[in-house]
């Protein structure tokens, strides 16, 4: 398996603009989460799905954030509109439960650097 | 919510010296505790991880324990080399309706001078 896959992995935009990041799990894995990691505040859990339902949004810092999940294979993370306190790395990771043992280890995309100028 | 506490922020030791790094947590129902190391631009690792069934887990010279009873776990490295310099996350996983959901400590950034 490819591993977690994102896209792009480097994004730079203008302050107000768009921006859309990509995610595709590995295959066979119910759990997906999106991170966002900055000097600052560490690595925040911003949302995460179990079987392409959202289970949890209460780390999305507002509005302008939102996530889909349309199918078990992919996920986006949409900023609109951007600013640049929006400014970190971006990952995606995945993982899966196993019946009896619980849930094991989340996989981490390599991270999508987003800069709003 | 689970709550995860991470110390000490830094850490620097000369290679060949041992690296303990120490967490809290605050949730009972946690069951399952991974380590990452994060080097420099790329992504979180696992390491090792320990299940709330067992008391002590051991690979090579990384090693983790567990209280339950304290709800802290800890990660030591024996032998530190050059590239074990990096950014070490403990993490809890929720109970109860979060069930799934990993909480990340701070983070602590090893240095391992040669």
């Known amino acids: 398996d490819a591993g977690v896959i994102q896209s792009p992995r480097h994004e730079v935009t203008e302050m107000g603009q768009e921006v859309t990041l990509r995610c595709k799990p590995i295959?066979?894995?119910?759990?997906l989460f999106w991170y966002r990691q900055t000097m600052m505040r560490g690595l925040e859990l911003l949302i995460y799905f179990n079987n392409n339902v959202p289970i949890d949004d209460s780390g999305m810092p507002e509005d302008r954030f939102s996530a889909k999940m349309p199918n078990a294979s992919f996920s986006t993370l949409k900023i609109q509109p951007s600013e640049p306190r929006d400014s970190a790395v971006y990952f995606c990771?995945?993982?899966?439960?196993?019946?009896?043992?619980?849930?094991?280890?989340?996989?981490f995309g390599p991270g999508t650097r987003l800069t709003v100028l | 919510g689970e709550n995860v506490e991470q110390h000490p922020s830094t850490l620097s030791v000369q290679e060949g010296d041992s690296a303990v790094i120490k967490c809290t947590y605050s949730d009972s129902a946690s069951n399952y505790f991974p380590w990452y190391k994060q080097e420099l631009g790329k992504r979180p690792q696992l390491i090792i991880d320990i299940r709330s069934n067992v008391g002590e887990k051991k690979d090579q010279r990384i090693a983790v324990t567990l209280n339950k009873t304290a709800k802290h776990f800890s990660l030591h490295i024996t032998e530190t080399q050059p590239e074990d310099s990096a950014v070490y996350f403990c993490?809890?996983?929720?109970?109860?309706?979060?069930?799934?959901?990993?909480?990340f400590g701070q983070g602590t950034i090893l240095t391992v001078h040669p």
């Open positions: 295959s066979g894995h119910d759990y």
């Open positions: 990771a995945s993982s899966w439960v196993v019946a009896g043992e619980g849930v094991n280890e989340q996989f």
């Open positions: 993490a809890a996983i929720a109970g109860g309706t979060s069930y799934g959901k990993l909480t």
